[in-house]
Structures are given as structure tokens and as C-alpha cells.
């Protein structure tokens, strides 16, 4: 089993930058795939972006040149700075990784962008 914890999150205005971080516990060195979704009101859980072990990220076009995913699986974390935020950033974000026995999801955090 990898539990994973988010963190970060909160009320930022628009055109400002937040950082939600996500670190993952139990079997964390098993883990291949491990990045973020999120989730507006309303709508259907959605990709932000996912990284792999060599590095390489994908994202969302929405959020492709804003949004930063690194990881670091040293301590099975993975950050995602968000900056030039917008109104339709506002959602619940969930860490989400994979390995070998299935995909594991965070709790979830809030990010809200508005004035």
C-alpha cells in the first residue's frame, strides 16, 4: 500500500503563485508513475500533470508553461508550483501515483484563485 499526503493549497488571487506538495508513505520506493488531477465543481476529475522516474513530465495544455510538476524520490515527494494562476485553476487538487498493484490517491486540497 502508499498513502499519500498533500499539503499547501489556500486562496490566492488571480495572476498569483501557490505550491501544493504531495509525500508519499508505506511502499513509496515501489511507485512508477506519480503526479496530480484536480477537481472543480461540477466536473469530472481532470489530469494536471504526471511525471515518471526519468523526469519527464506531461501536463495539461491548460496548465503546460504555468505549472511545474518535479519529484523528488529521495523523500517520494512531489511538488507542483502553479504560478500566473486563473479563476479556472480553482479546484480540489489530488496527488495520484502508480506502481505494479494499482493507482493511490491523496485526500485532496484545496487551491481557490479569486480576488
Known amino acids: 500500500q502508499v498513502q499519500l499526503v498533500e499539503s499547501g493549497g489556500g486562496l490566492v488571487e488571480p495572476g498569483g503563485s501557490l505550491r501544493v506538495s504531495c509525500a508519499a508513505s508505506?511502499?513509496?520506493?515501489?511507485?512508477?508513475?506519480m503526479g496530480w488531477y484536480r477537481q472543480a465543481p461540477g466536473k469530472q476529475r481532470e489530469l494536471v500533470g504526471v511525471t515518471v522516474p526519468d523526469g519527464t513530465a506531461n501536463y495539461a495544455p491548460s496548465v503546460s508553461g504555468r505549472f511545474t510538476i518535479s519529484r523528488d524520490d529521495y523523500h517520494h515527494t512531489v511538488p507542483l508550483p502553479m504560478n500566473s494562476l486563473r479563476p479556472e485553476d480553482t479546484a480540489t487538487y489530488y496527488c495520484?501515483?502508480?506502481?505494479?498493484?494499482?493507482?493511490?490517491w491523496g485526500q485532496g486540497t484545496q487551491v481557490t484563485v479569486s480576488f
Open positions: 508505506g511502499r513509496a520506493s515501489s511507485i512508477y508513475g
Open positions: 495520484v501515483a502508480g506502481n505494479g498493484s494499482g493507482r493511490y
